[in-house]
């Protein structure tokens, strides 16, 4: 099993709204991560995930709120956003980085796409 | 930071050869290449390391100058399955967990 499932695959809010965006993988990669990608842009690094810890944060808006319950899954909880937060939400997961065969190539979920009007 | 890929938009015929930039203004650890097609997630292509590892795809090759802090991707007779837009990513350190994507190359191959 070799994919990182994310739902929903669209999402249309409300800007006084609270949504979850879920992503999950079962191939026992220790490292997690969002993406945010506007139109015609490269994604975004939002958060990252190690070991179930957050370790990294790239100065996103509270609005914005990660949760990572367990080493399979990845929550991304919405709230209060704005229209210019409309984009596809990418999840990925890599390797664990203290395997003897790690590269750190990313596994990308197929996104969640989000409108907030 | 973000690495800046060239050219920005490239369309070739079913069997010619491309080439992909990224150039970066920091020293590089690690760059990997993704490509995305129009509505799907990004794929991974092929990763080099600072020291000459490489991992990637069979048909795709690359090269890494670190002291030029640039990566090239090279795609052979190409494909039509090679359409979409490609990306570098760039590591600045050991491990990967915070990948900086290159501005994108939209490649589009015609019959």
């Known amino acids: 099993d070799t994919e990182v499932t994310q739902t929903p695959k669209h999402l249309v809010m409300g800007m006084t709204n609270k949504k979850s965006l879920k992503c999950e993988q079962h191939?026992?990669?220790?490292?997690m991560y969002w993406y945010k990608q506007k139109a015609k842009k490269p994604p975004e690094l939002m958060f990252v995930?190690?070991?179930?810890?957050?370790?990294i944060n790239e100065s996103v808006p509270s609005r914005f709120s990660p949760e990572c319950p367990n080493s399979s899954l990845l929550n991304l909880h919405l709230h209060a956003l704005q229209p210019e937060d409309s984009a596809l939400y990418l999840c990925?997961?890599?390797?664990?980085?203290?395997?003897?065969?790690?590269?750190?190539?990313?596994?990308f979920g197929e996104g969640s796409r989000l409108t907030v009007l | 930071q973000q690495p800046v890929q060239s050219p920005q938009a490239v369309i070739l015929r079913e069997g010619e050869d491309a080439v992909i930039n990224c150039s970066s203004s920091?020293?590089?650890?690690?760059v990997h290449w993704y490509r995305q097609k129009h509505g799907e997630a990004p794929v991974f292509l092929m990763i080099?390391?600072?020291?000459?590892e490489q991992k990637g795809h069979e048909k795709i090759s690359a090269s890494f100058n670190e002291k030029k802090q640039q990566s090239s991707l090279y795609l052979t007779a190409s494909q039509l399955s090679y359409s979409g837009t490609y990306f570098c990513?760039?590591?600045?350190?050991?491990?990967?967990?915070?990948?900086?994507f290159g501005t994108g190359t939209r490649l589009t191959i015609i019959p």
């Open positions: 920091k020293a590089l650890y690690s």
């Open positions: 080099l390391l600072k020291g000459g």
């Open positions: 990513g760039t590591g600045f350190n050991f491990g990967n967990e915070k990948l900086t």
């Open positions: 995930y190690s070991y179930e810890k957050l370790s």
């Open positions: 191939m026992g990669h220790r490292a």
């Open positions: 990925a997961s890599s390797q664990e980085r203290r395997s003897n065969s790690y590269h750190g190539e990313l596994f």
